[in-house]
């Protein structure tokens, strides 16, 4: 199952899962440090609005890398890329433009209490909402490297993404506590960092200006893509209305506390992902070539490994939750009072985790 390629895709998917934890198992007591957890909570709801924007992608960048996959050269998939780069363009200027136009609503519905005026959490929704609309035109990207099987590259990005995107705020937090330059930063990060990706991936397809839009392929991808527009709601509702609904009822503080618990329980997300992703595009091959028996054989294996490593990852993080959280933020009131939701986050992310198996 793990040859030298397989296995190498899996160090390097690995290695970007586990710097993801480990950067926020660093920035995270250093945010608080600098914060305190009302504050922090606004970091947190932004967190929660990027996941959920994430849900206007309808199955489109996973679509796209399994085509992908499945094309003999690169080059063949010029007209799709170039149609969904369309597509995400209108994305980014309808929910810019909803932001916009609604931001005192929107900053009302998701914040009743903040020790910011009513004018700065505008503000800081509009930033909040533009700057993940910008990170949702990438995930096309990140999805095209994966289906080339171009981890290492792909891992390259998005940690040294990550790396700006952590702990230059850090610097700024030493300067000022004001989480409106916190915001702006992210905003122009995060639209750097889509011109970036963008153009390096289109070095991999060829010139951008000899392809066009294709209706055809929107007309190909639209029964999957649909599929997966479902689950991604369904997760949206699952594993962010509820952290839209503790911000609006009980206050940015408790969407803290909620906010910790939960990023604990997506270990289990971090953990597992990489190795499914690192199998999708050899599973989706053997799908296009009908070479079922061999595919029957892979699924199982891979099946069992990811069982194996998130039952074990469930029941250490459901028994040393308290131990862990303490550990981690070194405040035995956050530790107690996110620990108890631990057992029941972890277990719902558990069943998640295998929705990914839904998808080929």
Known sequence: MLNRKNLKNVIANLAGRFWSIAANLIVVPVYLNFLG????????????????????????????ARDIARADKASDMGNALK?????????????????????????????????????QNEIMIIMMVIAASAQLCTVVYRAGYMG????????TYTVGFSITRLFGPVVIFMWSTDLYYYFFYQLIISLMYLLFIRNRYWMEIGNPRCFKFDFVYLAGIKKFAGGLFIVSIMSV????????????????????????????????????????????????????????????????????????????????????????????????????????????????????????????
Do not use: H
């Open 37 to 64: 957890l009302e504050s922090y909570g606004l970091i947190a709801l932004y967190t929660s609005i990027i996941l959920a924007i994430n849900v206007a992608d309808a199955g489109l960048s996973p679509s796209f």
């Open 83 to 119: 149609t969904l780069e369309i597509i995400y363009l209108a994305l980014f200027i309808i929910i810019s433009a909803i932001v916009l136009s609604c931001s005192n609503e929107i900053s009302k519905l998701l914040i009743s209490s903040s020790s910011y005026s009513s004018s």
């Open 148 to 155: 080339l099987e171009k981890y290492v590259r792909v891992n």
């Open 237 to 360: 509702i699952t594993t962010q209305l509820d952290k839209f609904m503790l911000s609006n009822m009980l206050g940015v503080k408790s969407l803290s506390i909620y906010s910790i618990a939960s990023g604990v329980s997506m270990l289990l997300y971090s953990i597992c992902l990489p190795i499914v992703i690192t199998f999708y595009p050899k599973l989706t091959k053997l799908v296009k070539n009908e070479a079922f028996d061999e595919l029957s054989d892979l699924y199982l294996k891979v099946n069992y490994f990811v069982s194996v490593v998130s039952i074990s990852a469930l029941l250490t993080l459901c028994y040393y939750a308290y131990d862990i959280i303490l550990l981690w933020t070194n405040d035995a009131y956050i530790a107690e009072s996110s620990s108890i939701l631990i057992p029941i986050l972890c277990t719902g992310t558990f069943f998640c985790v295998f929705s990914f198996f839904l998808i080929i």
